[in-house]
Each structure stands twice: as C-alpha cells, then as structure tokens.
C-alpha cells in the first residue's frame, strides 16, 4: 500500500502574489516588512526572490521586474530560482494590492504551523531514541514554542496617542482600585514607600555578603504577600522544605528557631505553632527544594503560574542554580539574568531572585555594599529593576558572629536601583532567633 506524503501547511498563491504586488508597488513592502521575512516561506525560489527584493528596497533601490532580474543575476541566483520566466510569472495574476497585508498574514500563520509540526517531530523522535533525560526533551519543547510564540506577539512601535490612552487607562484603574492593580507590598511600610511595592514584569535582586539574613528577609516578605491572600512559590536552592517550614513558622509565632531541632515542653509556644501551621496551610505558599538549572526554575515557574496562578515567584539564590560553563561563570550568570528577567515579563508577575556580593566589600574601610559588589556579572545590574543591599555593621561576615542587640540586628536596608522611583536606605531589625525582620 502506497503511503500518503502530506505537504506541509503552505499556500504558495499568497506567496507568489505578495511578490508580484511589491514589484507593482514597491511601498507595498513596508507594510508587510514586519510581519513576515523569508524564512516565511515554503517555496524555495519564491524564499529566495523575496529575499533579494527585501534587500534592494532597503538600500532604496527601485526594484521592478528588469532591476530583479539583474540582481538575481549578480548574485548569481537567477538559474537557481527559475531562471527569467519563473520572475515573469509573479507578474500573470496580479491580485488586488489592498489585500496585501491579509496575503502576508496567510504565509505567518502557514509558516508557524510548519514550525509547530516541526516541534512536534522533533519531540516525537527524540521520544523515541529516548538518549536524552526526559525534562531536558520537555523544555527543549517549551523553548522552541516559547520561540515561536515571542516571534508571532512581537508588537511594533505604537502610535503616542494609542499608548496615551492604556496609559491613562491603567493609571485610572489603579487609583479607583490599588490593591487589584498588581503591586504586592511587602509589609515594610516604609520600604514600600520608596519602591511602590513589588511591581509586575520585575526582577528585584536582594543581595547581601554570608549571614546577613537574605533568605530572612525574602521569606518575611513571601509570609506577608502570603498572608495577604496572593499566591507565591519559593524556590529553596539551599535549604530543605522542612527547613523553609520552620523558619515561617518561628517568624509567625516568633519562637527561637532552635526550639524546631530540640523541641520544647513550652504548651504556650507548642500551642502558637499549631495554630501557625493552621494558618499557613489555608495559604497558597508552594516550596520547592530540588536543585534546579536556569531552564528548570522556568518549566516549574510556567507551569505554576498555568495551574496555580501564582503572582510571586522567589528564589534562593543565584548561586545554587546549576550551570554548565563553570569556568565563564560571569557569561552563565548573564544568560541566567537575561532569562529570568524575561520570564518575569512572560508571566507577568514580580520575581525575587537573591544574590551574594562578592568579597571585595570586606576589604574597604568602609563596608557599605554598593551596586559594583553585585557577584558574578555586571548584567544582573543591568537586568534588575530594583536591587536591595542588606547591610549590617552589627555582623561579623567573616567570623559569622553577631553583636548583642535585645530588639534585634540593626540592618541598612539600601535601596541601590530602582528603575522607576527614587532610591534610599530604610532603617530596620533583624531579629535572628525568630529569623523576622521588621521596620
């Protein structure tokens, strides 16, 4: 029995007809320029002849069947593309110009379907070979859609008036309602006062050097946005579940974290943190402890954000991601910063990320961090919207030693970056033996 070749999804009339409107009318390309490019399309020849065409019309050059027909030549393409009659061709069955746009639409929409068949045969096959681990074929798959999908919602420039208008439209809407608007806040009064809140689509890098409470501080945030009703995961690259679970619970009974390794005969205290649990487990607080590599934290993240709708994604830290290049660690963390600050953009939610500085900063007179101490690459400076310094005088970094201080560690909470509001210092407590900061 003869098997049935399919031709892949293509309609070389709109190709062939989109060629012949442009040699009528060479304006006519403009308005078609950024919705396809040759890649587009199916036919080889006609990939080919568009190619040159797209060429001449930039460089301002009339284009017309003669002045065609010389280029290709030059190039040495003319015999390869049909010679002078397959050009002639493009201009038997001129179609109306005015549908040009819609021509350019149906040769979009033909090459993406091409391009999901191909994801899916690729997928198919490696399946089958099955020499690859199972997640590493997943997000290969996620990748490419991802590709696909970021070519075919790439938006061109807007019109002023046009951007005006969601301008205002939005800054309405946030006046008449500020909570549903999208800023978290983070319970510090008066941090959230000088940033606006955790916005959506941005990267807030919280970084300080060993021992200066960084997960602290991020978990006191993700208690209250929890708290609050919002949905959060933490990725704990560092620390087990059950390790994250007692640090919550220690911040919102305010019991000596110790007590959770020794346990306590205290009812009061074993009382509080029985009602804790209860609380926290009415929250949408999703933990994971896996190590993970940049592509991995972007698969669980999507897929969270798919069934859970999570509006806070953290995670602990830079560091621990696991990389392939150890030995151009600064390119993998510039990789690693360019798509998390993307896939804050993709889900459209704020996106914590803790870092360490680097140890310079031990070396100075003085020890305030500063945005320069930001470890591994200059590109996480560049990629964040907000960056926090955490700094304490109180703090021995070298030693791990902590000064006396009954209502808690002074901590300089600098605001170093913010890309949309003004920077400072925010003055609050560390209270290390419930692992709580507060203002």
């Not at 994604?313 to 360019?338: H, Q, T």
């Not at 993709?346 to 680097?358: E, G, M, V």
């Amino acid at each position: 029995m003869t098997e049935l070749v399919r031709v892949p999804p293509c309609n070389l009339d709109a190709e062939s007809a989109i060629l012949g409107i442009i040699l009528i009318d060479n304006s006519k390309f403009h308005l078609i320029s950024g919705m396809i490019n040759e890649s587009d399309f199916y036919n080889s020849n006609l990939r080919k002849i568009y190619s040159i065409i797209k060429i001449m019309i930039n460089d301002n050059r009339p284009c017309d069947l003669l002045t065609l027909k010389d280029e290709l030549l030059n190039n040495g393409l003319l015999d390869q593309v049909g010679g002078i009659s397959a050009i002639t061709r493009l201009l038997d069955d001129i179609s109306s110009p005015v549908n040009v746009e819609y021509y350019a639409q149906i040769i979009r929409d033909k090459s993406m379907l091409r391009k999901v068949i191909q994801v899916g045969n690729t997928m198919t096959t490696k399946g089958y070979e099955a020499k690859e681990d199972p997640i590493s074929i997943i997000e290969d798959v996620e990748n490419s859609i991802e590709e696909i999908i970021g070519a075919e919602l790439s938006r061109e420039a807007e019109k002023m008036g046009e951007v005006d208008r969601d301008f205002m439209e939005k800054m309405m809407d946030q006046y008449e309602n500020p909570e549903s608007y999208g800023n978290l806040y983070t319970g510090f009064r008066n941090f959230d006062t000088i940033v606006g809140g955790l916005r959506k689509q941005d990267l807030i890098i919280i970084a300080g050097r060993p021992s200066t409470g960084k997960t602290s501080f991020a978990l006191t945030i993700t208690k209250h946005v929890a708290f609050k009703g919002k949905k959060v995961l933490f990725l704990s690259l560092e620390q087990s579940i059950d390790a994250i679970k007692n640090r919550l619970l220690s911040m919102e009974t305010e019991a000596d974290l110790r007590i959770f390794k020794t346990g306590s005969n205290d009812k009061i205290i074993l009382n509080k943190i029985i009602i804790a649990s209860y609380e926290y487990s009415k929250r949408d607080l999703f933990i994971s402890d896996n190590p993970m590599s940049i592509d991995q934290i972007c698969s669980i993240a999507k897929r969270y954000k798919l069934v859970h709708d999570i509006d806070l994604l953290v995670i602990d830290y830079l560091g621990l991601i696991d990389v392939n290049d150890m030995e151009n660690r600064n390119a993998e963390v510039a990789k690693m910063s360019r798509k998390i600050k993307g896939l804050a953009k993709k889900l459209d939610i704020p996106i914590i990320l803790l870092s360490q500085l680097n140890r310079l900063v031990e070396t100075r007179s003085l020890k305030k961090p500063q945005l320069s101490d930001l470890r591994d690459s200059g590109a996480l400076e560049q990629d964040a919207d907000v960056v926090v310094l955490l700094w304490s005088e109180a703090i021995d970094v070298e030693s791990g030693g902590y000064a006396t201080c009954v209502d808690g560690i002074p901590v300089k909470v600098i605001i170093a970056k913010n890309r949309d509001g003004t920077t400072g210092v925010v003055d609050m407590k560390f209270q290390r033996s419930c692992v709580l900061y507060k203002e």
